[in-house]
Structure formats: structure tokens, C-alpha cells
């Protein structure tokens, strides 16, 4: 199992920016494809950004613009970047990992590892 940790949450005023981190092991990125993810109140868990099949990154639409996923592969660590942030940002959000083969990632829902969570509450 892989070992994922997330910081950087907190409570910001809409139109405000977080930076969240992911630190895991030493070159799991080398077989692994990580994402973020988050679960809203009341809402199902759902993809926010993440590696997707061949390398590709994955927006989810309701952030495109306003988030940045990157790899820091020196330091072992995910990190999104978030700006402009709504109200409907608000969420726990969680780092996640599944294998790759072959160059496609496996299934986050089905397949992932996951991160304790760290939340982030938007204030209008």
C-alpha cells in the first residue's frame, strides 16, 4: 500500500488561493499515477485533477483555469495549486495513487490508495 500524505488545507475567502501537497514514497511516481480527488458536503467523492492514461492530466471541468496539478519528483510530491477559489470548492480533499501498466493508469474509484484528507472550506 502506498503511503500518501496531504497538507496545505485550510479556510480562505472566495477569490483566495491554497496550495496543497502530497508527499509519498521515493520514486513511486515511477509506477504509479496520482491524482487529487475531493468529497464535498453531502456529495459524492469526485475527481479534481489527476494523471490519467499516457501521461495525460486530467481537469475536472469545474476547475479548469483555476487549478494546477504538478509532480515535484525531487521531492516526492503532488501538488495543486488553487486559485480562485468559490464557495463550491469546499471540500475534504484527498490525494490518491493506483499502479500503471503499460502506460494506462488503473481505476482511482476502483483501485486507489488514499491520503487522510485534508479540508478546504471556501467563505463567501
Known amino acids: 500500500q502506498v503511503q500518501l500524505a496531504e497538507s496545505g488545507g485550510g479556510s480562505v475567502q472566495a477569490g483566495g488561493s491554497l496550495r496543497l501537497s502530497c508527499a509519498t514514497s521515493?520514486?513511486?511516481?515511477?509506477?504509479?499515477?496520482m491524482g487529487w480527488f475531493r468529497q464535498g458536503p453531502g456529495k459524492e467523492r469526485e475527481g479534481v485533477a489527476y494523471?490519467?492514461?499516457?501521461?495525460?492530466?486530467t481537469y475536472a471541468d469545474s476547475v479548469k483555469g483555476r487549478f494546477t496539478f504538478s509532480q515535484e519528483n525531487a521531492k516526492n510530491s503532488i501538488v495543486l495549486q488553487m486559485t480562485n477559489l468559490e464557495p463550491e470548492d469546499t471540500a475534504v480533499y484527498f490525494c490518491?495513487?493506483?499502479?500503471?501498466?503499460?502506460?494506462?493508469?488503473?481505476?482511482?474509484?476502483?483501485?486507489?490508495?488514499w491520503g487522510q484528507g485534508t479540508q478546504v472550506t471556501v467563505s463567501s
Open positions: 490518491a495513487a493506483v499502479r500503471r501498466a503499460a502506460g494506462r493508469c488503473r481505476d482511482y474509484v476502483q483501485s486507489a490508495d
Open positions: 521515493r520514486y513511486i511516481y515511477m509506477t504509479h499515477c
Open positions: 494523471m490519467d492514461d499516457y501521461d495525460t492530466t
